[in-house]
């Protein structure tokens, strides 16, 4: 049978089969007959099952006639949502006039009722600024006009703050309703309104009995302050006129500025001239650090700003900080041109001041590379320029120096603290530019020492700075043979860092001793071989005074240095030269095959082994021979190598009974381990069985 033939009887009980809204108003629509007969029971429904949750919904979106259909079915007009707001409360907010006068008019309704964090229908009202919904609330007898929520906000500070004029006009002509009371974090509504910038509502306010102009809140922030930082000039102007504003105000959370100086170091200049026309304004103020209005505004390079704080009889140009910095210093330090020359143009000022840290406007520009700056403090009399020459020529500054070297006073061989002159950090920091400028001032000391002992020659060399190299040796009164105080030559440090083109010019000059020493006793050839400078030992070795056999201070050879550090083609090139011992030992008793052998270089123990002077059970200090050493490190390829060597030891122990086997099986060198006891198995059985029982404690 259809649906539409069923009785009336039969609908309704399929109806009660259902239980939710949405189930029940499907079935309703499925034909007119259906829909005309059910929605009745789907209002009582809602009413009586779901506590007139859609009595809340249609209150929310002002739905009046689904409103009032719910209060005819005997909906709960009290009913809350998740957040306890109620129908006339989701009205109230969104400004449904004929909703909540049709609330308003049922028994048992609460015009004041408070949701979960105690805001009323008129918090919401007024935050929303729905004048005629405010209206119809204060006309209610049990209504708070002055009600706290929450976070201690009544209804005039959400209007306030939300700059509802019209609803600020109806609160404030409620005798109940407090115009100056605090919120929790102590704004009050004047404070909130000038926060937003309300200006019409500060009116209203300011013009209310009992409101104080000049409150503070936990922040310590008035009104002004709050208008200020929000930049709301016209609101500033209002309370600024008012009797009781202290236009002196602080910030507490900005250094304890007063406003002109945050005024002043933000360039708000209109807010600058009202401020200097107000009769308590000190325009020469100190905050925490002891900085004026003036230092801000000269460091952030507000022109305007600074011609009006400098036009004011009370301000001191000059005054500074506790780093003692001056204005000028600020300002040059952070490239502002203009309010430099503003500055300089004040008699009191002193182009010339240094800082706690010895900096002068001077050295703080060319620090920035602020050229026109430079350009404008170097024109003033009396200024240092020593320390700026200094710094230009460390950090390569061509122009800069070209501009000191002009000038009839400058010492081109001044010294900083370390002895260092502009050449020798010019040539130290590879500015070859610079070093051509200076090289072409007379009574230029090319060869000048800092506290070291190194000479522009010998910096140039250790930082591999080959041009200057270049430069530097076509200078009459340099010497290529220099020391520093640790003994190294530029030869040395060309040597070290492998720079052939600066290794061939140096032995070229008169008078380089190609075997010098450093304090550690290193020749030349001994750093070349070490760092595995091929070319370099090339060249060295073809020099007739070098000694390819030399020992450091530790007895260790060039050979030495080569064969630990795994320099292969330079262990061959040493090799070949006559004189040179393969087996030499250092102080520890370490010939080169152990200290190659130690360090797994392949390469060079096969290279070593083929010498005929070569004893491959060579033992050290500690009694360690290469094959131990080697097996020791897990070094397999070598192991196999001195394995194969006639005459070798496979069971050799050291100064404490430990064996090749021993430290491999002890390391974990499983590989190594099995090849020693292959070995091993061809001697006495008892030596094999007892290193293959330790083995298998471990493996």
Same mark, same amino acid.
């Given at each position: 049978?259809?649906?539409?033939d069923?009785?009336?009887k039969?609908?309704?009980?399929?109806?009660?089969?259902?239980d939710?809204?949405?189930?029940?108003?499907?079935?309703?629509?499925?034909?007119?007959?259906?829909?005309?007969n059910?929605?009745?029971?789907?209002?009582?429904?809602?009413?009586?099952?779901?506590?007139?949750?859609?009595?809340?919904?249609?209150?929310?979106?002002?739905?009046?006639?689904v409103?009032?259909?719910?209060?005819?079915?005997?909906?709960?007009?009290?009913?809350?949502?998740?957040?306890?707001?109620?129908?006339?409360c989701?009205a109230?907010?969104?400004?449904?006039?004929?909703v909540?006068?049709?609330?308003?008019?049922?028994?048992?309704?609460d015009?004041?009722?408070?949701?979960?964090?105690?805001?009323?229908?008129?918090?919401?009202?007024?935050?929303?600024?729905?004048?005629?919904?405010?209206?119809?609330?204060?006309?209610?007898?049990?209504?708070?006009?002055?009600?706290?929520?929450f976070?201690?906000?009544t209804?005039?500070?959400?209007?306030?703050?939300?700059g509802h @004029?019209?609803?600020?006009?109806?609160?404030?002509?409620? *005798?109940?309703?407090?115009?100056?009371?605090?919120?929790?974090?102590g704004?009050? /509504?004047l404070?909130?309104?000038?926060?937003?910038?309300?200006?019409?509502?500060?009116?209203?306010l300011l013009?209310?009995?009992?409101?104080? /102009?000049?409150?503070?809140?936990?922040?310590?922030w008035?009104?002004?302050?709050?208008?200020?930082?929000?930049?709301?000039?016209?609101v500033?102007?209002l309370?600024?006129? %008012?009797?009781?504003?202290?236009?002196?105000?602080r910030?507490?959370?900005?250094?304890?500025r007063?406003?002109?100086?945050?005024?002043?170091?933000?360039?708000?200049?209109?807010v600058?001239?009202?401020?200097?026309?107000?009769?308590g304004?000190?325009p020469?103020?100190r905050?925490?650090d002891?900085?004026?209005p003036?230092?801000?505004a000269?460091e952030?390079?507000?022109e305007?700003?600074?011609?009006?704080l400098?036009? %004011?009889?009370?301000?001191n /140009?000059?005054?500074?900080?506790?780093?003692?910095?001056?204005?000028?210093?600020w300002?040059?330090?952070?490239?502002?041109?203009?309010?430099? @020359?503003?500055?300089?143009?004040q008699?009191s000022?002193?182009?010339?001041y240094r800082?706690?840290?010895?900096?002068?406007?001077?050295?703080?520009?060319?620090?920035?590379?602020?050229d026109?700056i430079?350009?404008?403090?170097?024109?003033?009399g009396g200024?240092?320029q020593?320390?700026?020459?200094?710094?230009?020529a460390?950090?390569g500054?061509?122009a800069v120096?070209?501009?000191?070297?002009?000038? &009839?006073?400058? &010492?081109?061989?001044? +010294?900083n603290?370390?002895g260092?002159?502009?050449?020798?950090?010019?040539?130290?920091n590879?500015?070859?530019?610079v070093?051509?400028?200076?090289?072409?001032?007379?009574?230029?000391?090319?060869d000048?020492r800092?506290?070291?002992? %190194?000479?522009?020659?010998? $910096?140039a060399?250790?930082?591999?700075?080959?041009?200057?190299?270049?430069?530097?040796?076509?200078?009459?009164?340099?010497?290529p043979?220099?020391?520093?105080?640790? *003994?190294?030559?530029?030869?040395?440090?060309?040597?070290?860092?492998?720079?052939?083109?600066v290794?061939?010019?140096?032995?070229?000059?008169?008078g380089?001793?190609p075997?010098s020493?450093?304090?550690?006793?290193?020749? /030349?050839?001994?750093?070349a071989?070490?760092?595995?400078?091929?070319?370099?030992?090339?060249?060295?070795?073809?020099?007739?005074?070098?000694?390819p056999?030399?020992?450091?201070?530790?007895?260790?050879?060039p050979?030495?240095?080569?064969?630990?550090?795994? +320099?292969?083609?330079?262990?061959?090139?040493?090799?070949?030269? &006559?004189?040179?011992?393969?087996?030499?030992?250092?102080?520890?008793?370490?010939?080169?095959?152990?200290?190659?052998?130690?360090?797994?270089?392949?390469?060079?123990?096969?290279?070593l082994?083929? %010498?005929?002077?070569?004893?491959?059970n060579?033992?050290n200090?500690?009694?360690?021979?290469p094959?131990?050493?080697?097996?020791?490190?897990?070094?397999?390829?070598?192991?196999k190598?001195?394995?194969a060597?006639?005459?070798?030891?496979?069971?050799?122990?050291?100064?404490?009974?430990?064996?090749?086997?021993?430290?491999?099986?002890?390391?974990?060198?499983?590989a190594?381990?099995?090849? $020693? $006891?292959?070995?091993?198995?061809?001697?006495?059985?008892?030596?094999y069985?007892?290193?293959?029982?330790?083995?298998?404690?471990?493996?």
């Amino acid at each position: 049978m259809p649906l539409r033939d069923l009785s009336d009887k039969l609908l309704l009980c399929i109806s009660g089969e259902l239980d939710s809204d949405a189930d029940i108003n499907a079935f309703a629509r499925s034909n007119w007959r259906l829909y005309s007969n059910l929605n009745t029971y789907l209002y009582r429904h809602n009413v009586r099952q779901l506590g007139s949750s859609g009595l809340l919904w249609a209150a929310e979106y002002g739905l009046t006639v689904v409103v009032q259909r719910f209060l005819d079915e005997g909906a709960n007009v009290e009913a809350k949502n998740a957040r306890h707001r109620t129908p006339l409360c989701l009205a109230a907010e969104n400004g449904h006039e004929a909703v909540v006068k049709l609330l308003l008019a049922q028994h048992g309704v609460d015009p004041d009722c408070q949701d979960f964090y105690n805001r009323t229908p008129l918090s919401w009202a007024t935050e929303n600024g729905h004048e005629a919904v405010v209206k119809l609330l204060l006309a209610q007898h049990s209504v708070d006009p002055d009600s706290q929520d929450f976070h201690n906000r009544t209804p005039l500070s959400r209007a306030a703050e939300n700059g509802h @004029k019209a609803v600020v006009k109806l609160l404030l002509a409620q *005798d109940a309703v407090n115009p100056d009371f605090c919120s929790e974090d102590g704004q009050t /509504p004047l404070s909130w309104a000038a926060d937003n910038g309300h200006e019409a509502v500060v009116k209203l306010l300011l013009a209310q009995d009992g409101v104080n /102009p000049d409150s503070r809140d936990e922040n310590d922030w008035t009104p002004l302050l709050h208008a200020f930082w929000n930049g709301h000039e016209a609101v500033v102007k209002l309370l600024l006129a %008012q009797d009781g504003v202290d236009p002196e105000s602080r910030d507490s959370n900005a250094n304890d500025r007063t406003l002109l100086s945050c005024a002043a170091g933000n360039g708000h200049e209109a807010v600058v001239k009202l401020l200097l026309a107000h009769d308590g304004v000190n325009p020469d103020s100190r905050d925490e650090d002891n900085r004026t209005p003036l230092s801000w505004a000269a460091e952030n390079g507000h022109e305007t700003v600074v011609k009006l704080l400098l036009a %004011q009889d009370a301000v001191n /140009p000059n005054f500074c900080n506790e780093d003692s910095r001056t204005p000028l210093s600020w300002a040059a330090d952070n490239g502002h041109e203009a309010v430099v @020359k503003l500055l300089l143009a004040q008699d009191s000022v002193n182009p010339d001041y240094r800082n706690k840290y010895g900096q002068k406007p001077l050295l703080l520009a060319a620090a920035k590379r602020h050229d026109t700056i430079v350009k404008l403090l170097l024109a003033q009399g009396g200024v240092d320029q020593a320390p700026l020459l200094l710094l230009a020529a460390e950090n390569g500054r061509e122009a800069v120096v070209k501009l000191l070297l002009a000038q &009839d006073s400058i &010492d081109a061989d001044s +010294r900083n603290m370390y002895g260092q002159t502009p050449l020798l950090l010019a040539a130290g920091n590879g500015h070859e530019a610079v070093v051509k400028l200076l090289l072409a001032q007379n009574g230029i000391d090319p060869d000048s020492r800092n506290n070291y002992g %190194q000479t522009p020659l010998i $910096l140039a060399a250790a930082k591999r700075h080959d041009t200057i190299v270049k430069l530097l040796l076509a200078q009459d009164g340099v010497n290529p043979n220099s020391h520093d105080e640790d *003994d190294w030559t530029p030869l040395s440090w060309a040597a070290e860092n492998g720079r052939e083109v600066v290794v061939e010019l140096l032995l070229a000059e008169d008078g380089v001793n190609p075997d010098s020493r450093n304090n550690y006793g290193q020749t /030349p050839l001994l750093l070349a071989a070490k760092n595995g400078r091929e070319a370099v030992v090339k060249l060295l070795l073809a020099q007739d005074s070098v000694n390819p056999n030399s020992h450091d201070k530790f007895d260790r050879t060039p050979l030495s240095w080569a064969a630990e550090n795994g +320099r292969e083609v330079v262990v061959e090139l040493l090799l070949a030269q &006559d004189g040179v011992n393969p087996d030499s030992r250092n102080k520890d008793g370490q010939t080169p095959l152990l200290l190659a052998a130690e360090n797994g270089r392949e390469a060079v123990v096969k290279l070593l082994l083929a %010498q005929d002077s070569i004893d491959p059970n060579s033992r050290n200090k500690d009694g360690q021979t290469p094959l131990l050493l080697a097996a020791w490190n897990g070094h397999g390829a070598v192991v196999k190598l001195l394995l194969a060597q006639d005459g070798i030891d496979p069971d050799s122990q050291d100064l404490e009974g430990a064996t090749p086997t021993s430290r491999a099986i002890e390391y974990g060198h499983e590989a190594v381990a099995v090849m $020693l $006891l292959g070995i091993l198995r061809k001697g006495p059985s008892s030596v094999y069985e007892r290193y293959l029982t330790a083995s298998r404690h471990v493996f």
